[in-house]
């Protein structure tokens, strides 16, 4: 009789640990998103910002001069709203990602409600909302509504009349930063800035994780197939040639004191400056 009550009890206590682990894992990966979606929608943003008064012709030269992808130039070209955010979270997050981990919905189950995108101010406030759909249906607990807010302020770097990427005002101090750092470099030869490209086996694919946890999904750029692939550590994306053109480290420059907002100094510029 004793063992009749202990051993569903165990049962319900080990999938609840399992379930309570997968929304864990989830909420890590989709801040790690979110954050990443964050940073591209600050520049794309004031890219497009920066350009509106100009005229098509400036707007050709200034967009022609960025080393950013197809995708990237198209956003750049548009009034940033929540359409392209969502987007651009979704690429991050992997399409097929909400499917693989129970989000309720599917990606329709992104909720962006309440967000903010440079809405008469020049900061973006992002608020996600989603639903984690229990598959053990403990004691009726069908699911779990998770809430993630995210607010920053757009890459305000130059006069948005002004801008062109290879001209800065004098004594204005800048420093380095690429496309997914979380740091920023005083040194454009420090040693982090290096890409580091891994191989690995089209077959460990499925085994292999990022610093964040997550899955790699296939390169949408990648045309096909190979035994060998190549992936970086903080990306989500394997790649079937190491030429391909999001593997090409985009290393930016901008003002200090926009990039302290959000980043730290890289641990080894911070020791080389003393």
């Known amino acids: 009789m004793e063992a009749a009550l202990v051993i569903p009890l165990f049962v319900y206590a080990t999938v609840a640990v399992i379930f309570m682990l997968h929304v864990l894992m989830v909420r890590t990966q989709v801040n790690n ?20 008064e100009l005229s098509d012709e ?43 981990n129970y989000i309720t919905g599917g990606n329709a189950g992104w909720v962006f409600a309440g967000t903010k995108v440079l809405d008469n101010s020049s900061t973006i406030e992002v608020k996600l909302t989603y639903r984690i759909y229990n598959p053990f249906n403990i004691f009726g607990k069908q699911g779990i509504y998770i809430q993630e807010h995210c607010l920053t302020d757009a890459w305000l770097g130059e006069d948005r009349n002004t801008y062109v990427p290879s001209e800065y005002n004098k004594g204005d101090m800048y420093v380095y930063v690429t496309e997914n750092g979380q740091v920023f470099h005083t040194d454009i030869d420090c040693t982090y800035l290096l890409h580091q490209i891994r191989t690995a086996s089209i077959n460990d694919v499925s085994q292999l994780r990022n610093d ?39 290393v930016t420059s901008i003002k200090r004191e926009i990039a302290e907002k959000t980043m730290r100094c890289c641990i080894k510029c911070a020791e080389n400056n003393g």
């Open 212 to 250: 964040a946890g997550a899955k790699y999904y296939k390169c949408s750029k990648c045309d096909g197939n190979s035994d060998t692939i190549y992936y970086t550590p903080y990306g989500r994306r394997y790649h079937t040639t190491s030429t391909c053109e999001v593997l090409q480290r985009n």
């Open 33 to 52: 998103a979110l954050y990443n979606t964050v940073r591209k929608i600050n520049r794309y943003a004031y890219i497009s910002e920066s350009v509106q």
């Open 58 to 100: 400036d707007k050709n030269d200034i967009f022609n001069s960025l080393k950013k992808s197809e995708d990237d130039a198209g956003i750049c070209r548009k009034v940033i709203t929540n359409v392209e955010l969502v987007t651009v979270f979704i690429d991050e997050i992997g399409g097929s990602y909400a499917k693989d």
